[in-house]
Structure formats: structure tokens, C-alpha cells
């Protein structure tokens, strides 16, 4: 990346909120009927979903967003600032108590999926410095919807 880095960030664990919580009580299950330490399994499964969370890197610059691999994944992915046709952000709870959010970068209205920053802290500051960025470069007119 040769461009100027704007902002930089990772996704937030809490992303995983739902699975934390269902390791927690899966594991106190087996605790209960099982017994011994199998219990000990929940360490590392969280762990591990810990450390996925935390991988996804996200990398912000004056003509770009680079997106890095994260654990289990080896697809690296740039896009273009220019290629955005919209910016739409998943504002729900519980996260959006905390502030978090995901920004889906629309390049191709056509297409099922889209480049995404999951559970970012302020996705709706980051949208606007995004956009803003962009059209300053010369994307034509970017909207930023909530969804």
C-alpha cells in the first residue's frame, strides 16, 4: 500500500457476541451431565473466535481500502475508492449500544455480496470520511444508507 493511510482498525470480538454466550452455556451443560473438566473446551473455541475477530484488519487510505485475511481465510481484497456506487451500514443492536457497526461497500449493485467492515467502532463517522474521500477523488455521488 503506497497511498496514505487514513484510518486503520480491526473487527471488534464482541462480533461474536452470540457465540461466546452459546459456548458459555454449552460448556456448563456438559459440566453439569458430563462432569470433569469438559468445561476446558470452551477456552480454547473462544480463543479462537477471539483471535478471528481481532485478525480482520482493515486498512483505509486516500485511493483504497485494503481488507486483510483473517484466520481461516486467505482472500486479501482491495477496493478501489473510486468503485463505490453506495455505502450501506447494519446498525442493530446489541451493537449498536456500543457504538459498532458493519459498512457494506456497494462497487456493483448487481452482485449478492459486497466488500464489508464488520463490528467497526463509529461506522457512521468512517462512512462519511469514506465517501467524503472518495468523491474527492472523483467517484460520482455516493449515498449512505442505514439499513
Not at 18 to 46: D, R
Not at 85 to 90: D, H
Not at 93 to 98: R, S, V
Not at 108 to 133: Q, T
Request: hydrophobic share 45%; glycine share 4%; aromatic share 14%.
Amino acid at each position: 500500500m503506497s497511498s496514505k493511510v487514513i484510518w486503520q482498525g480491526s473487527t471488534s470480538p464482541i462480533l461474536y457476541i452470540y457465540e461466546f454466550l452459546g459456548v458459555f452455556v454449552l460448556s456448563l451443560i456438559f459440566q453439569k451431565y458430563v462432569g470433569g473438566y469438559v468445561f476446558l473446551w470452551a477456552l480454547p473455541v473462544s480463543l479462537y473466535l477471539y483471535f478471528k475477530a481481532r485478525s480482520m484488519k482493515y486498512i483505509f487510505s486516500d485511493t483504497e481500502i485494503y481488507f486483510s485475511p483473517s484466520i481461516g481465510d486467505e482472500e486479501t481484497m482491495i477496493v478501489k475508492l473510486e468503485e463505490i456506487k453506495a455505502i450501506q451500514i447494519v446498525d442493530r443492536q446489541p451493537w449498536k449500544f456500543l457504538r459498532l457497526g458493519t459498512i457494506l461497500f456497494i462497487t456493483n449493485p448487481d452482485e449478492d455480496w459486497a466488500p464489508c467492515m464488520k463490528s467497526i467502532k463509529e461506522p457512521h463517522r468512517l462512512a462519511n470520511l469514506v465517501r467524503s474521500r472518495a468523491q474527492a477523488i472523483g467517484a460520482t455521488h455516493i449515498t449512505i444508507e442505514t439499513i
